[in-house]
């Protein structure tokens, strides 16, 4: 398995399982099957609600003797309502309690947005707070705190834009170390993707298939990626499924990437995508269609009255 290298030596694996939308009755089975698969890396949030049940799977998986902690590879991310600097402590623990571990290897900032404690998504403006009244460098240094306390290994933001990041390097001089972001041909952020090797931050693709389980599927009207007549032609010339071919294409990106399936055979097909080779051609024909198009587009973060816009959240500072 390929990994990716940080600077001190830790390695992620770059095929790593998502888990957003993976409900509780199945998320178990999921996690177990592809850590006996092969997967080491898994994708986690306090969001998605179902930590317990991984906590559950990766405790059982462990002490059968499937896998030692230190081969497991496990992300969580910090939720909006969490990010004043006396909250992320707690959040993480709540997390480290429910996934049944003492330390987290990755930790990252879920949104630069915050919202009030207790809210999972909000409701009306009321329900926000504005980066002016938190700013992101103080959640960021909270989060550098338990990177020193030890509890986390590694930490770094996700859907984060290139001015957001080098507003935290300048204010703190520490760098996130990763940058988790919506990732595909259709959206492939280039320059986003070349500021963060220039600058060391890791880059790890979510919703890399397209999520055509999103909560918003029915209505946004988006193409379906896994159908696109490139992606499918590439697939049926190589005998492979298009999702291997979604997959090998961020991996030979130089990065990680984090398919999300509870179903066995797409699980264990997701993680032999490692094995496929994409010729220049086939990537340049995969580069070809890049449309800049969201599937996660951020219009959950700026209902009416929020302090947020589209325009804050994907291009500005703030
Ligand atoms: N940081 C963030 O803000 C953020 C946002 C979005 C996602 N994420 C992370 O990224 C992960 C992946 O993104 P995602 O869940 O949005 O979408 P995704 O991985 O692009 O797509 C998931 C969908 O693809 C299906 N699928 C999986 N493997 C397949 C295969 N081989 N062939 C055909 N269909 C397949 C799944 O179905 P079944 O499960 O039914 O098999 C599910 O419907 C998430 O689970 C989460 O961990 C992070």
Same mark, same amino acid.
């Given at each position: 398995?390929?990994?990716?290298?940080?600077?001190?030596?830790?390695? !992620?694996?770059?095929?790593?399982?998502?888990?957003?939308? @993976?409900?509780?009755?199945?998320?178990?089975?999921?996690?177990?099957? &592809?850590? $006996?698969?092969? /997967?080491?890396?898994?994708?986690? &949030?306090?969001?998605?609600?179902?930590?317990?049940?991984?906590?559950?799977?990766?405790?059982?998986?462990i002490r059968d003797g499937v896998v030692g902690r230190?081969?497991?590879?496990?992300? $969580?991310?910090?939720?909006?309502?969490?990010?004043?600097?006396?909250?992320?402590?707690?959040?993480?623990?709540?997390?480290?309690?429910?996934?049944?571990?003492?330390?987290?290897?990755?930790?990252?900032?879920?949104?630069?947005?915050?919202?009030?404690?207790?809210?999972?998504?909000?409701? @009306?403006?009321?329900?926000?707070?504005?980066?002016?009244?938190?700013?992101?460098?103080?959640?960021?240094?909270?989060?550098?705190?338990?990177?020193?306390?030890?509890?986390?290994?590694? &930490?770094?933001? $996700?859907?984060?834009?290139?001015?957001?990041?080098?507003?935290?390097?300048?204010?703190?001089?520490?760098?996130?170390?990763?940058?988790?972001?919506?990732?595909?041909?259709?959206?492939?952020?280039?320059?986003?993707?070349?500021?963060?090797?220039?600058?060391?931050?890791?880059?790890?693709?979510?919703?890399?298939?397209? @999520?055509?389980?999103?909560?918003?599927?029915?209505?946004?009207?988006?193409?379906i990626l896994l159908e696109n007549q490139v992606v499918v032609d590439i697939a049926s010339h190589k005998g492979?499924?298009?999702?291997?071919?979604?997959? &090998?294409?961020?991996?030979?990106?130089?990065?990680?990437?984090?398919?999300?399936?509870?179903?066995? $055979?797409?699980?264990?097909?997701?993680?032999?995508?490692?094995?496929?080779?994409? @010729?220049?051609?086939? !990537?340049?024909?995969?580069?070809? !269609?890049?449309?800049?198009?969201? /599937?996660?587009?951020?219009?959950?973060?700026?209902?009416?009255?929020?302090?947020?816009?589209?325009?804050?959240?994907?291009?500005?500072?703030?």
């Amino acid at each position: 398995m390929k990994n990716l290298t940080f600077l001190n030596g830790d390695q !992620m694996p770059v095929i790593g399982l998502g888990t957003w939308k @993976s409900q509780p009755g199945q998320v178990f089975n999921a996690v177990k099957y &592809a850590v $006996s698969a092969g /997967y080491r890396h898994i994708d986690c &949030a306090a969001i998605y609600g179902n930590e317990k049940e991984i906590g559950e799977a990766i405790s059982e998986l462990i002490r059968d003797g499937v896998v030692g902690r230190e081969e497991l590879w496990i992300t $969580s991310k910090l939720w909006n309502d969490s990010h004043r600097n006396d909250q992320v402590e707690d959040a993480l623990k709540n997390t480290l309690v429910d996934l049944q571990l003492d330390y987290l290897d990755l930790y990252l900032i879920h949104w630069p947005v915050a919202i009030k404690n207790g809210i999972g998504f909000p409701k @009306s403006g009321a329900d926000f707070i504005s980066l002016k009244e938190i700013p992101l460098e103080e959640t960021w240094s909270a989060m550098l705190k338990m990177r020193d306390m030890g509890i986390i290994k590694h &930490a770094g933001v $996700s859907n984060f834009n290139s001015k957001k990041i080098n507003h935290l390097i300048s204010v703190t001089g520490a760098v996130p170390e990763v940058n988790q972001i919506e990732l595909h041909p259709y959206l492939q952020q280039t320059e986003l993707v070349d500021f963060c090797k220039e600058k060391n931050v890791h880059v790890t693709a979510y919703s890399p298939l397209g @999520s055509a389980d999103r909560p918003t599927a029915n209505r946004d009207q988006r193409p379906i990626l896994l159908e696109n007549q490139v992606v499918v032609d590439i697939a049926s010339h190589k005998g492979v499924s298009p999702a291997q071919i979604l997959i &090998a294409f961020a991996v030979q990106r130089g990065i990680s990437v984090i398919p999300k399936s509870v179903t066995p $055979s797409r699980i264990k097909q997701n993680f032999e995508a490692k094995d496929i080779t994409l @010729s220049p051609s086939e !990537m340049e024909a995969l580069y070809g !269609m890049d449309e800049g198009m969201r /599937y996660i587009d951020g219009t959950t973060w700026t209902i009416e009255r929020s302090p947020n816009t589209l325009e804050s959240l994907w291009e500005g500072e703030y």
